[in-house]
């Protein structure tokens, strides 16, 4: 019954695949892609009617069975070379070459059937036949493999279904020819399930006719090396098993002897393939003769956009490493070494990747630095230990005398070179060429500019430093101007008022402040820290502030210059110190644009979450345009002797404590700067809520 059944179904499937055959040529466009598939469908509809119980003669669907694997040959051979553009072929051409001898020995095969007639002969040329089939087979699937993983993602849309008809066709073949060469016959089951993959295969055939052509295909070096890797292993099985089906038969002692050196052969392959110089021989071999260059540019940019970003978790620390590296993953060179240029002109150490090759104190003179930058040229320092040439006058004698170093490198952006890159050889040390020193020096320069870049960065940092540095000398700077005014205006008032024991007590307080406030100004100095700590740097705390206020201007208060109005006793949170000199340096700008005789006003106004200190004169005042533009402006400054950092400073210590300057001008009326800070109440409050 299961017999019926596999004969009916192998016949259901040829008429499948005749009915797909017709549709497709009534159905598409004419071309040579549409007559190959068609040819192809009818070799298979073929091909199952023959494989029927009894039908033909076994000789005859050896060759039935040629026929319909070189036309499905075409057919991929055909989606390779899609569009024209035959020049994708090249990387396939010897596997299509090698698969299609394959099936063309079948003819020899059924000669060969003829001649020898004794017993036991035509087993084991059907076996070979079967061993040829299966060759072809895995060969189909590493192409069919190579086509689809070679696509881009749009490509493989549109390849999708001829991709799964070639793998459902050739991965239940594998099963048939594998169980065929291994029993000598084939279960109805087994037929009945080949019938079954051939109407899968016949109606996603039919699918893919429907689509659009597939673009171009472009497999990588990766790819190819797999598959080539892929394709050395199954012949290598192949041939072991012929041999040993040969051997087998003859003898017992040849044939465990041809299973010893099956052993010896495939331990041997082994640890070839475990060479890493044998896997960059292999590697090159395959760049070499298989594609048009040498490198797949676009994989090594990513790769050494990669690299010099430091993505990978093995990838080493510093920049100046990692450009090493890069560069010397271009030619597989196991290690490197970075000379830049020092501040004398000479080449120094600068980093070493995976080699501690011994670099003298000064690897590269000037004058040979200086013929490098105009040469721009990669050397290649094989070449150089044989004959004389000009690199010999540029390349030190402590890098040509050690075998172990190979090439090297100039980095140069802008017509300045900013390092040289020292590459150990590696394992497997071809001759470099044109393609092997234009990459080398496209990724030098481009490892220049990462560099230069980053020198950069650390120039403008050092410039940062200084420029903290500075600003906060000019704040010191200020600070001790104010001192000097407040000594100055105590000098004055000692003159008239130094009889009186009040005074002198008052006198003792000032200058034991001022002596306080000088040893703040010099640990400000000292401590360098951030821009925000060096302007404020105290912890916040509840102060009144009217007794901050009489505190910074006790002298201005006693002489009559300053008039503080009543109120300031709800505290505000702020930084003492801190406010005592924007207060002092608000006061003394005051008193300094008030006409003679005038007074300056403090007063304390408040909101429910706010206190302020609020300094006001009736001098000539300020434009809104020098208010906005140029008021909060460093270094600049209306005053003769001005260094043009106060009002800058007292906004950013206001800042630092949580507040804001306010300020309120009208030329020939006066100004009013008003200090707004948190109360103490609020913040507290506020506090308690977050708690």
């Not at 010896?264 to 070839?272: C, E, H, I, P, R």
């Not at 005074?503 to 360098?528: C, I, K, P, W």
Request: glycine residues 8%; charged residues 20%; hydrophobic residues 50%.
């Amino acid at each position: 019954m299961l017999a019926r059944l596999s004969t009916v179904s192998l016949a259901a499937a040829a008429l499948a695949c005749l009915l797909a055959a017709v549709a497709i040529w009534r159905g598409s466009r004419a071309g040579e892609h549409r007559a190959l598939v068609i040819a192809a469908l009818g070799a298979s509809a073929v091909h199952l009617l023959a494989s029927s119980p009894h039908a033909v003669d076994v000789r005859a669907l050896w060759l039935v069975t040629a026929l319909r694997n070189l036309a499905w040959l075409l057919v991929l051979r055909a989606q390779f070379a899609v569009d024209g553009r035959h020049a994708s072929l090249r990387p396939v051409r010897p596997v299509i070459a090698a698969l299609a001898l394959a099936e063309l020995l079948q003819v020899p095969l059924v000669v060969l059937s003829d001649m020898f007639t004794m017993p036991g002969a035509f087993l084991l040329i059907e076996r070979v036949s079967n061993i040829f089939h299966l060759l072809f087979v895995v060969g189909m699937l590493v192409l069919v493999h190579n086509l689809y993983i070679g696509a881009g993602a749009q490509q493989r849309l549109r390849l999708g279904a001829m991709a799964g008809a070639l793998v459902v066709a050739w991965g239940y073949e594998l099963n048939v020819f594998a169980i065929q060469y291994l029993s000598g016959r084939l279960p109805d089951a087994v037929v009945l399930g080949r019938a079954m993959a051939w109407t899968v295969v016949a109606t996603l055939v039919w699918m893919d006719a429907r689509r659009k052509p597939v673009p171009r295909f472009a497999p990588s070096r990766t790819v190819a090396f797999q598959s080539l890797s892929l394709l050395v292993i199954a012949l290598y099985l192949f041939a072991l098993f012929a041999v040993d089906g040969a051997l087998a038969h003859s003898d017992a002692g040849l044939g465990a002897l041809s299973r010893f050196g099956a052993v010896v052969m495939a331990v041997f392959v082994g640890a070839l393939l475990a060479s890493s110089g044998f896997r960059a021989w292999l590697r090159e071999a395959v760049a070499r003769n298989f594609f048009r260059h040498r490198y797949d540019y676009r994989a090594e940019w990513l790769r050494l956009s990669g690299t010099i970003a430091g993505s990978g978790p093995d990838e080493p620390s510093t920049l100046e490493q990692r450009a090493v590296q890069s560069l010397a993953d271009i030619v597989d060179s196991p290690s490197g070494l970075l000379l830049t240029p020092s501040e004398d002109g000479e080449m120094s150490l600068s980093a070493r990747w995976n080699w501690e090759l011994e670099v003298p104190a000064a690897p590269f003179p000037a004058p040979a630095l200086a013929l490098f930058a105009d040469d721009r040229s990669v050397v290649a320092l094989d070449g150089l230990r044989d004959r004389p040439g000009l690199h010999r006058q540029i390349v030190p004698g402590w890098l040509l005398g050690d075998r172990s170093v190979w090439a090297m490198v100039p980095l140069q952006v802008a017509d300045r070179i900013t390092g040289v890159v020292v590459l150990a050889r590696p394992v497997y040390a071809r001759r470099l060429d044109w393609e092997d020193f234009d990459m080398m020096r496209i990724v030098g320069q481009q490892l220049a500019a990462h560099l230069a870049e980053n020198a950069a960065q650390k120039q403008l940092l050092d410039a940062a430093r200084f420029d903290e540095f500075n600003r906060r000398m000019a704040f010191v700077m200020h600070d001790i101007k104010n001192l000097a005014s407040q000594l100055g205006l105590l000098v004055s008032n000692a003159e008239r008022h130094i009889e009186k024991p009040a005074f002198r007590a008052d006198m003792l307080v000032t200058l034991r402040s001022a002596t306080d406030r000088m040893e703040t100004l010099l640990g400000r100095l000292s401590n360098y820290r951030g821009s925000a700590q060096a302007i404020g740097g105290r912890a916040m705390e509840p102060l009144r502030p009217a007794d901050v206020v009489a505190k910074a201007l006790s002298l201005e208060i006693a002489s009559g210059l300053v008039i503080v109005h009543d109120g300031g006793t709800a505290p505000l949170l702020g930084d003492g110190e801190a406010l005592d000199r924007v207060i002092r340096h608000l006061a003394r700008n005051a008193i300094e644009a008030s006409a003679p005789g005038r007074t300056v006003e403090i007063r304390f106004p408040s909101t429910d979450r706010l206190a302020a200190i609020a300094v006001e004169d009736f001098g000539c005042g300020m434009s809104p345009e020098f208010v906005r533009s140029n008021l909060f402006k460093p270094f600049v400054s209306t005053k003769a002797d001005g260094f043009g950092i106060g009002a800058f400073e007292a906004r950013e210590l206001i800042r630092a404590m949580g507040g804001r300057l306010e300020v309120d001008s009208r030329v020939g009326h006066g100004s009013r700067f008003t200090i707004w800070l948190p109360r103490a109440e609020a913040a507290t409050g506020n506090d308690r809520k977050v708690a």
